[in-house]
């Protein structure tokens, strides 16, 4: 796609589980930046709202319904993109849904519903993507987190689809080489709407195990997005950044 007006090609973004905070605060920034932006979420009310505000502030934002774990939305969103622009410069996968999974738990649903969304929806999205980035010599980001780094109490399946999604991101970028990048940004406490649940206690609790003394936002994610599909990180790939204000490298002493 080619912005007439400045003379030069108008890079697009696809960002999933763009109803959520940390999707609208990345596409914000991308907005702002002059990227075209294709939003997609099930949350199809959040997801609209979230395109038709982006639009209000004067950004080219176009909203699509997608579940990442359904093979044929990735290829109908596939056809379309082509169809529509004929590139894409980065691939946001920020899909994701939690369950606790006590070992004691009854069934597998939550299980192959976390595997699905989280590691299958990812590696389905960049199979689909694939061509479209590699023309545009794109780049992907996953969004993982912590909790595939340290244990939380009752979450062995969320644990065990954030530690696949770091596996498969270096597998990727392997994969995708030369042409395009695959990186992760690795999450900690960073304050969306469902922490409204939580009560001060908890939120202080939380606040006196990260060094940096607060939990993070999403204005603290978007940002390495940005970076890490700019020319600045031209030569990393296969890398996962962690973003938690340093829980993650405190000992607690």
């Not at 080219?60 to 969103?77: I, K, M, N, T």
């Not at 940004?185 to 003394?213: F, H, M, Q, V």
Request: some cysteine.
């Amino acid at each position: 796609m080619t912005d007439t007006a400045a003379g030069r090609v108008r890079r697009v973004a696809l960002v999933t589980g763009a109803a959520g905070d940390i999707g609208r605060a990345t596409a914000a920034l991308l907005g702002a930046r002059g990227w075209t932006l294709i939003l997609t979420d099930i949350d199809d009310a959040g997801g609209a709202g979230a395109a038709a505000q982006l639009r209000e502030g004067g950004a080219d934002a176009h909203y699509h319904h997608l579940d990442v774990a359904s093979e044929q939305g990735w290829q109908q969103l596939q056809a379309e993109m082509t169809a529509t622009w004929g590139r894409l410069d980065l691939l946001y996968f920020n899909s994701g849904t939690s369950a606790r999974t006590p070992l004691n738990a009854d069934g597998l649903q939550d299980w192959e519903n976390l595997l699905d969304v989280h590691v299958i929806g990812a590696f389905q999205g960049v199979r689909a993507c694939r061509a479209l980035l590699d023309q545009a010599s794109g780049s992907v980001v996953v969004t993982t987190s912590i909790h595939a780094r340290s244990g939380f109490k009752d979450h062995a399946a969320y644990a065990a689809a954030k530690g696949a999604l770091e596996a498969l991101t270096r597998q990727l970028a392997v994969d995708c080489a030369p042409q395009i990048r695959v990186n992760a940004i690795c999450l900690g406490s960073i304050y969306t709407t469902p922490w409204d649940l939580a009560t001060e206690a908890e939120l202080t609790a939380i606040r006196n195990r990260i060094p940096l003394g607060r939990i993070g936002n999403p204005g603290d994610v978007a940002p390495v997005v940005e970076f890490l599909a700019s020319a600045g990180a031209a030569y990393i790939t296969g890398q996962t950044i962690v973003v938690d204000g340093g829980r993650t490298a405190w000992s607690g002493e």
